[in-house]
């Protein structure tokens, strides 16, 4: 069984960064799928950001084209989500979803396909 933890949110002002991190222990593996989905209060949870292992191509939700960056560790199962230009809008728990293999690109954004996923962590931009 994977196990993942996210690590690097906080509390930052609008136009600021942030760097989150999602590395995966247990049962790991070293071709993978990973995926960063985000759920502000009263809202369902939405897609940000996936990355698959093989390839290293990723897809964005629109909301953070251009603002956020995924990457992921070459021989590790683990990511990154660099959040440049922050906004209120991105205030949320954002978590971390893994599976094993690379997703064909069209699936990568749906939540059902991770069978993987983290505690969540808290990023706040206060507006």
């Known amino acids: 069984q994977v196990q993942l933890l996210e690590s690097g949110g906080g509390l930052v002002q609008a136009g600021d960064s942030l760097r989150l991190s999602c590395t995966a222990s247990?049962?790991?593996?070293?071709?993978?799928?990973m995926a960063w989905f985000r759920q502000a209060p009263g809202k369902e949870r939405e897609f940000v950001a996936a990355?698959?292992?093989?390839?290293?191509?990723?897809n964005y939700a629109d909301s953070v084209k251009g603002r956020f960056t995924i990457s992921r560790d070459r021989g590790k199962m683990s990511s990154h989500l660099q959040m440049n230009s922050l906004k209120p809008d991105d205030t949320a728990v954002y978590y971390c979803?893994?599976?094993?293999?690379?997703?064909?690109?069209?699936?990568?954004?749906?939540?059902?396909?991770?069978?993987?996923w983290g505690q969540g962590t808290q990023v706040t931009v206060p507006s």
């Open positions: 979803a893994a599976r094993a293999n690379s997703l064909n690109y069209g699936s990568l954004s749906r939540s059902d396909v991770y069978d993987s």
């Open positions: 247990g049962r790991t593996y070293s071709d993978y799928s």
């Open positions: 990355i698959r292992a093989n390839d290293g191509k990723a």
